[in-house]
């Protein structure tokens, strides 16, 4: 089986463990409904892995869909398009130097 070698592998498949846990605190203005609870739906704004670890103590076994959204949603869309343009800059130069 092929496997992917890279330096610092080790570090980041043990990362997750030097991450602490931490506590949901629901926020009553950010809330959609009356009932502020933390055993329905959840939308919870911050760093992924932190998010992660804080649901892990109440939630292990139980959640059925994590949906994490992509960091592209950040205000800073402009390097996604950025890089976009670079690749299309890219593969115009590259047919122009085979002459098509």
């Given amino acids: 089986m ?3 070698d890279f ?3 080790a570090l980041v498949q043990n990362y997750h463990l030097s991450v602490k846990y931490h506590e949901l605190v629901p926020k009553r203005d950010r809330s959609l409904t009356d ?3 933390l055993d329905d739906n959840l939308i919870i704004h911050g760093d992924n892995l ?3 670890k804080a ?4 939630y292990a076994g139980r959640v059925k869909c994590i949906y ?3 960091p592209y949603n950040t205000g800073n869309e402009g390097w996604a398009l950025q ?3 670079q690749l299309a800059d890219d593969a115009g ?3 122009q130097s085979r002459g098509s």
């Fill in 2 to 4: 092929a496997t992917l």
């Fill in 55 to 58: 649901l892990l103590p109440t």
């Fill in 35 to 37: 009932k502020v609870r």
């Fill in 68 to 70: 994490i959204d992509p």
């Fill in 50 to 52: 932190k998010a992660l």
């Fill in 93 to 95: 130069m590259a047919r």
């Fill in 7 to 9: 330096k610092g592998k």
């Fill in 83 to 85: 890089r976009q343009r």
